[in-house]
């Protein structure tokens, strides 16, 4: 805890911590000073002077910014004097010279501190009578944001977020003197994964998100707060509606999880919720083979029968289950239900084959939190690109590393974002981990630097698949091997919202709710190895897309070939095209109910509008689906099945009113269980052609950002990137056209030379179109 200290604030004596910055601290003390360039998430710079203050000392009172001024014992502040006044006053006038009247039209206008502070600290009239400066109004600087430079008060909080906190410095102060101005540069538009920020955190309406132009007001939006669902850092948003339609998220301040800062996968990942192709109706496949709008009850009778046709015929175990990682916890729950109580069958999977081992997610060796970061001496990240699959913690290892001082080790086949802070960047070929762990472990040759740089502890390791080719016993390896590093914390991070709520629910194979065991089962490829030879008949997804999320990429045929598939999702996609009942299930903001991140944080998701059409929350049409199936539950209402998973799950603690107005409103740590983790041993698989590596990219080709207007057009064309020694010995030019040829497959793409990579070593994105398995061994030829 740190040191308290008192000092006098407008004649009254206020106990305060020592060292924060005396805007804070009056701050805490209910003291609001006026501000537009400080942020309490960035460092200060003074320069808007809004924050200006009078000061108690040996030669004097003078004048001071607070937000760059730590307090001490017995320093007096006066914030409302005359001479306070004066100056507040006096910086108002001049950010208002130039400003435009415009707040009627301005997005910013209801909720902008401008308007806001000059209500209550500003001259009341202005003396300013000549001409304003004007700029072309407004620019695109990205796809999702426009700039009003007219409204700029160059307070600087994007230049420096992008900066300093994204490490994208793609915004910047042009110009000098009165044409002074922010903007981009003319060769690099804002292309952040973070820019949607700005927008957030800037003070006036100079930067606004082109979903959000022009939609409503502030007073106009009824607003919950929730979980962002696009990975599984589980930040804090607030969902914010007008007329039953989201129109904006906006990032809550979360000290455990994401500081206030979205993604703008995140951010702006919403609108597929009102997409015109969102399934609203019940289908069912009639006799003609095309799917047919149907009642609820004939839709379920039919999937009911189907199910339990299979089961009559070829056993329990001939039906498989396949997804939950986007649902709630309590929807989660009633799929585990279903499959293995109701139905009997012990096939279910929360993944899609590109996941660790559950056993690792639910109980990494001394599982560690995103807050250990704060503390951490050395950060070690072998696992995916933090930037492409999880943004927000990328920033927070960008904070511990470019802020804070911790020393940074990355171990990835190819180039990362984080690699531009990085003290020791190691590459190595797909194929060959657990031979360079074996290196790294010994301290041998090169990596006799590294692993000393690994001593320095506490030690945070954010372990997971670097790859899709990658073997996924390699990440358990290594997390065995930092388990024993100097105070060492673990993080096995997987990318799927609430994959580590759904393991917890019992979705995979071999363990039931609250990670007890359970009959061994099939997992994800093994249901898609089950469908390909006939073993496995009858498939039930819950918003999943095995033909498109699958690494192997013959999930699809594999599809084609069950005797019966039931499908719970908000769209038709590639899975369920030809399914032969597609049900309509509630979507983010449509239900409620809780999720858990990848440190095992419990927190409540909320809804704010209702579904579409017949829509319906998946616990509902699962708690149906089992009661025609001949499964009498108790309870199946998600707050009844909330209550369920306290007595389950090793979520003792966890409860809704406790997460909503109690002590969890940051979450709830539940951590526990019976299961055990036992590291594996990693062999070296080399095969004979040049090494693969799968990565996946923030804007795939998913079904939802594909239906999201705003997301989709930031998508990219496949590109294969190689060496630029294997492009010479291939005769390839960057833009030629080359085949790459796997194990379930070959593509056509155009070429691109990366110099991050090994000699031998070809980098695909997946999720773009193209598939050739996921095989670490491929074969390149030029297409003439």
């Known amino acids: 805890m740190s040191d308290r200290i008192t000092i006098m604030l407008d004649g009254r004596p206020v106990e305060v911590d020592a060292g924060v910055l005396l805007i804070q601290a009056a701050q805490d003390a209910g003291t609001y000073i ?100 004007h700029f072309e109004k407004p620019i695109p600087i990205s796809d999702l944001v426009m700039l009003d430079r007219e409204r700029c008060i160059l307070c600087a909080r994007c230049v420096r977020f992008s900066d300093d906190i994204a490490g994208d410095p793609l915004i910047e102060f042009l110009d000098r003197g009165n044409y002074t101005q922010v903007n981009t540069f003319a060769d690099e538009p804002f292309a952040s994964y973070f820019s949607g920020n700005t927008v957030q955190i800037c003070p006036v309406g100079a930067l606004t998100a082109t979903p959000y ?19 599984s850092v589980g930040c804090r948003v607030s969902v914010q509606s007008s007329q039953n339609e989201i129109l904006r998220l906006l990032g809550v301040d979360v000290e455990a999880t994401n500081h206030g800062w979205l993604c703008d996968k995140g951010r702006f990942g919403f609108q597929h919720l009102a997409a015109p192709d969102r399934l609203t109706t019940p289908l069912v496949r009639g ?97 995916p690109d933090l930037r492409e699959e999880l943004p927000v913690l990328y920033l927070r290892v960008r904070r511990a590393v470019a802020e804070l001082g911790a020393g940074l080790v990355v171990v990835h086949p190819r180039a990362s974002g984080l690699d531009t802070i990085a003290d020791h960047v190691v590459r190595y070929r797909p194929g060959e981990g657990g031979a360079l762990l074996a290196r790294l472990a010994a301290g041998d040759g090169d990596l006799a630097e590294v692993r000393s740089a690994l001593d320095d502890g506490p030690v945070v390791a954010i372990v997971g698949r670097t790859g899709l080719t990658e073997d996924g016993d390699l990440a358990g390896a290594v997390a065995g091997f930092a388990a024993e590093l100097p105070d060492a914390s673990v993080l096995a991070v997987s990318r799927r919202s609430n994959l580590y709520g759904a393991i917890d629910m019992g979705l995979a194979p071999g363990m039931g709710p609250g990670r007890v065991g359970e009959d061994p089962g099939r997992d994800a490829d093994g249901i898609v190895e089950g469908l390909r030879d006939g073993s496995v008949k009858g498939l039930v997804l819950l918003g999943a897309d095995p033909a498109g999320d699958h690494p192997s990429g013959t999930a699809g045929d594999a599809l084609s070939r069950a005797e019966f598939v039931v499908s719970i999702d908000l769209f038709i996609n590639d899975s369920n095209r030809g399914a032969d009942v597609v049900l309509p299930a509630a979507g983010f903001a449509e239900v409620e109910g809780t999720m858990t991140n990848l440190e095992g944080r419990v927190q409540k998701v ?179």
């Open 213 to 231: 132009r022009f939609r409503a007001r502030p007073w106009d939006l009824e607003a919950v707060e929730s979980v962002c669902a696009g990975c």
């Open 34 to 133: 006026p501000r537009f360039c400080w942020h309490p998430r960035m460092n200060p710079v003074g320069m808007c002077r809004m924050c200006l203050v009078e000061v108690e000392g040996p030669g004097g009172t003078m004048l001071t910014t607070s937000c760059t001024v730590p307090v001490s014992e017995g320093m007096v502040v006066h914030t409302a004097s005359e001479t306070v006044k004066k100056a507040q006053e006096g910086v108002l006038e001049f950010l208002l010279i130039n400003h435009p009247l415009d707040c009627p039209v301005c997005d910013r206008g209801g909720e902008c501190p401008l308007q806001d502070q000059t209500m209550a600290f500003g001259p009341g009239e202005s003396r300013y009578v000549e001409e304003k400066r």
């Open 606 to 784: 909320n809804r704010l509008v209702p579904a579409p059409g017949q829509a319906r929350p998946a616990n509902e049409i699962l708690a149906d689906l089992a009661d025609r199936l001949g499964g009498k539950w108790e309870s199946s209402t998600a707050e009844s099945l909330a209550s369920d998973i306290a007595t389950l799950v090793p979520y003792a603690d966890v409860s809704w009113e406790a997460l909503d107005r109690g002590t969890g409103g940051d979450g709830i740590l539940a951590r526990g269980g019976d299961v055990v983790y036992s590291v594996p041993t990693v062999s070296t698989s080399v095969g004979n052609g040049m090494a693969l590596h799968l990565g996946r990219v923030l804007y795939d080709r998913g079904t939802a950002l594909m239906m999201d207007p705003s997301l989709a057009k930031l998508t990219q064309k496949p590109v294969l990137h190689l060496h630029p020694d294997d492009a010479s010995s291939l005769g390839v030019a960057v833009g030629d056209q080359v085949r790459v040829s796997g194990s379930d497959g070959s593509a056509e793409v155009d070429a691109a030379v990366d110099p991050s990579l090994s000699p031998g070593v070809v980098y695909l994105p997946f999720n773009l179109g193209v598939s050739v398995g996921s095989d670490p061994s491929v074969t390149v030829e030029k297409v003439t």
């Open 287 to 383: 006799e003609d083979g095309e799917l047919h709008e149907a009642s609820w009850s004939d839709a379920l009778d039919r999937a009911a029968r189907g199910l339990a046709a299979i089961v009559d015929s070829s056993g329990e175990g001939a039906v498989a289950g396949l997804g939950g990682s986007r649902s709630t916890n309590e929807e989660a729950l009633a799929f585990e239900r279903l499959m293995r109580h109701t139905i009997g069958t012990p096939h279910l999977d929360a993944a899609m084959g590109d996941a660790l081992d559950a056993r690792l997610l639910a109980a990494a060796p001394r599982r560690g939190l995103i807050g250990d970061l704060e503390q951490a001496s050395t950060v070690l990240v072998w696992g």
